[in-house]
């Protein structure tokens, strides 16, 4: 096996094994405090990170040149890009749903207030009862969340996408987006984004938004130069998209429909990675990963 297979393998291994530990140390031990609780989701939410840094370091040994670390921001477009994106996929959900019958957005939010408290959540008193304050929030909440985003880009964007299949940066992204929603595979089984459908959610949903969203996060990355612009992009599509779908459709519609990444979340998402693709927005990057002395 060459140092770059390795590297894949060992990636994998470790991203998956850390993250599976994590995730059902939550599920499974019980009585876990607020403040202990907190280990086991760092292990899973920083797994691909860790596995990054040990196969770059100390498997392939081939650094950190092209990892995107640097913020590059006059690159400042395709980073707004990256923060807005959710609202502008949510606003398409709230027409859609209606005509597609899947629910009709609470602007009121109370349906979502009711369902944070149904799960034992409720939320605090100072939260704004009203959109768009409530919006502006979630928007600055985004900003503080992405360097816990950074802990999976890291790693599949930041280390699985560039090697995979390093000449076909396409293929490499539908690849690393059906790994990366299997990878969530102990949350979404127990309902984590579709309680009504874990099945559906994780055996089917998690797989092709992983597949749209790789490639709109690997677009950032390459306009980019920075893995900062994708972990932006996927804390707001975490933070934003999915506090408005509960916000909005929470207690009036099915999460498999009627939430950003639902059915009609994936309509405009399809149609953006559809555009990345067919227009040749994704390029192989001018030296191949696997094509780095030292590393073959």
């Given at each position: 096996?060459?140092?770059?297979?390795?590297?894949?393998?060992?990636?994998?291994?470790?991203?998956?094994?850390?993250?599976?530990?994590?995730?059902?140390?939550?599920?499974?031990?019980?009585?876990?405090?607020?403040?202990?609780?907190?280990?086991?989701?760092?292990?899973?939410?920083?797994?691909?990170?860790?596995a990054?840094?040990?196969?770059?370091?100390?498997?392939?040994?081939?650094?950190?040149?092209?990892?995107?670390?640097?913020?590059?921001?006059?690159?400042?477009?395709?980073?707004?890009?990256?923060?807005?994106?959710?609202?502008?996929?949510?606003?398409?959900?709230?027409?859609?749903?209606?005509?597609?019958?899947?629910g009709?957005?609470?602007?009121?939010?109370?349906?979502?207030?009711?369902?944070?408290?149904?799960?034992?959540?409720?939320?605090?008193?100072?939260?704004?009862?009203?959109?768009l304050?409530?919006?502006?929030?979630?928007?600055?909440?985004?900003i503080?969340?992405?360097?816990?985003?950074?802990g999976?880009?890291?790693?599949?964007?930041?280390?699985?996408?560039?090697?995979?299949?390093?000449?076909?940066?396409?293929?490499?992204a539908?690849?690393?987006?059906?790994?990366?929603?299997?990878?969530?595979?102990?949350?979404?089984?127990?309902?984590?984004?579709?309680?009504?459908?874990?099945?559906?959610?994780?055996?089917?949903?998690?797989?092709i938004?992983?597949?749209?969203l790789?490639?709109i996060?690997?677009w950032?990355?390459?306009?980019?130069?920075?893995i900062?612009?994708?972990s932006?992009?996927?804390a707001?599509?975490?933070?934003?998209?999915?506090?408005?779908?509960?916000?909005?459709?929470?207690?009036?519609?099915?999460?498999l429909?009627?939430?950003?990444?639902?059915?009609?979340?994936?309509?405009?998402?399809?149609?953006?990675?559809?555009?990345?693709v067919?227009?040749?927005?994704?390029?192989?990057?001018?030296?191949?990963?696997?094509?780095?002395p030292?590393?073959?």
């Amino acid at each position: 096996m060459n140092s770059h297979r390795k590297g894949i393998v060992a990636y994998l291994l470790i991203a998956f094994g850390l993250a599976w530990v994590g995730f059902e140390t939550i599920y499974r031990v019980k009585g876990l405090s607020k403040v202990t609780v907190l280990a086991p989701v760092a292990l899973s939410a920083f797994a691909p990170a860790i596995a990054c840094f040990i196969v770059r370091k100390w498997v392939t040994r081939e650094g950190f040149a092209d990892a995107g670390l640097r913020l590059h921001l006059r690159k400042w477009p395709y980073y707004l890009v990256a923060w807005l994106l959710p609202v502008a996929v949510m606003a398409c959900v709230v027409i859609l749903a209606p005509l597609f019958r899947a629910g009709t957005a609470d602007f009121s939010l109370e349906r979502g207030f009711r369902y944070f408290a149904s799960l034992g959540k409720p939320l605090p008193a100072w939260t704004p009862h009203t959109l768009l304050p409530v919006l502006c929030l979630l928007l600055v909440q985004a900003i503080f969340a992405a360097p816990i985003s950074f802990g999976e880009e890291f790693g599949w964007r930041g280390y699985l996408q560039l090697r995979l299949f390093p000449n076909n940066p396409v293929l490499s992204a539908v690849g690393t987006g059906v790994i990366w929603g299997y990878w969530h595979f102990p949350a979404a089984i127990r309902g984590y984004s579709y309680p009504d459908n874990p099945i559906v959610g994780a055996l089917l949903m998690y797989p092709i938004f992983g597949i749209v969203l790789s490639i709109i996060f690997g677009w950032l990355i390459q306009k980019t130069g920075s893995i900062w612009s994708s972990s932006l992009a996927h804390a707001a599509y975490n933070v934003v998209g999915g506090n408005l779908s509960v916000f909005l459709f929470a207690g009036g519609a099915n999460f498999l429909y009627a939430s950003i990444g639902g059915l009609l979340g994936l309509i405009p998402l399809a149609a953006l990675s559809a555009w990345i693709v067919f227009t040749g927005q994704l390029k192989p990057p001018a030296e191949a990963p696997n094509e780095i002395p030292g590393t073959a």
